[in-house]
């Protein structure tokens, strides 16, 4: 019989600026396979660590489940740079009826407090960002995904671009559903793929894209899902890690969609102009068309 949770630790707060406490449970949307957050019992656990994200309605939510998640008199750390949500740590918590001793410590603030008996505005905090429907596109969505709060211009981009596709596909870093839902418009389509890091985007795409063809995955594609002998793949992938500019991670997008389709099987991709992708489709791909620009994006087709 396993041990009751007693603590829980939020996203990769450095372990030098904030001790993670002993059998905490990751429960990050950003760590596939992690306990929900939100599944945690309320006033269950004794301590928590929350390296605390940069957008204020994502960060007041996850500071509000994870103090209704304390016991009274559990002690939460939370942390965060001081330039993406830091310097506003101290007031948010406070604005929860917390006492807070802070520090600041490599560019972070580190907040530390007690869970009170009755904290404040727990609710309206979770309920803000919470699942919800946008009001810009309609769609299920929730703060803290890509492109939460209004259409993405690139994927827009390619969704005019794409023609009809068929067979078996793939959805790569697909967020709460706007590409696969044009794709899912072709009959042709057998299965579609819809793969996020974030659990959060896994689960609005569900809500989003009601079709017995659509599989999801939540996974780093880095790593899995294990897919192959694809017909099709389509993308906008990710160039930020951690809220860093990393283009060698939208390279590695690239590479395992490569490694996914069959051969002729094709990829399509929507990018920024400035990142430089077309060194990687020329090594992984036969022949590679560029098929459109515009504000800002390129769109690509390659072909194995």
Request: aromatic share 6%; hydrophobic share 45%; with cysteine.
């Amino acid at each position: 019989m396993s041990e009751p949770v007693t603590a829980c630790v939020y996203g990769a707060p450095p372990a030098a600026l904030a001790a993670w406490p002993v059998g905490a449970q990751q429960v990050s949307p950003l760590v596939p396979g992690a306990q929900p957050l939100e599944a945690l019992v309320p006033a269950s656990l004794t301590a928590a660590v929350v390296a605390a994200p940069p957008g204020t309605l994502e960060r007041r939510y996850a500071l509000a489940l994870t103090l209704r998640a304390l016991k009274p008199g559990g002690v939460l750390t939370a942390l965060a740079p001081k330039e993406k949500g830091g310097s506003r740590l101290r007031k948010e918590l406070e604005a929860f009826g917390c006492k807070v001793e802070e520090q600041g410590r490599q560019h972070q603030r580190i907040c530390h407090t007690i869970r009170p008996e009755a904290p404040l505005g727990l609710e309206a905090a979770i309920a803000a960002g919470g699942p919800q429907r946008g009001e810009t596109h309609g769609l299920w969505t929730q703060p803290g995904v890509f492109s939460w709060d209004r259409d993405d211009a690139g994927s827009q981009l390619l969704i005019a671009a794409l023609p009809a596709l068929s067979g078996q596909g793939a959805d790569l870093g697909c967020g709460i559903g706007v590409l696969a839902r044009a794709v899912l418009a072709s009959p042709k389509v057998a299965r579609l793929h819809l793969v996020d890091l974030d659990r959060r985007a896994v689960e609005a795409a569900r809500r989003n894209v009601e079709d017995p063809r659509a599989v999801f995955d939540w996974a780093d594609v880095r790593s899995g899902p294990a897919l192959a002998g694809l017909d099709f793949v389509v993308m906008n992938p990710p160039f930020h890690d951690s809220g860093v500019e990393d283009k060698a991670l939208g390279q590695a997008f690239i590479r395992r969609a490569h490694q996914m389709l069959r051969a002729g099987g094709t990829l399509w991709l929507v990018a920024n102009r400035h990142l430089p992708y077309e060194a990687v489709l020329g090594e992984q791909f036969a022949r590679v068309t560029p098929k459109g620009e515009g504000r800002g994006f390129k769109i690509y087709e390659a072909r194995t």
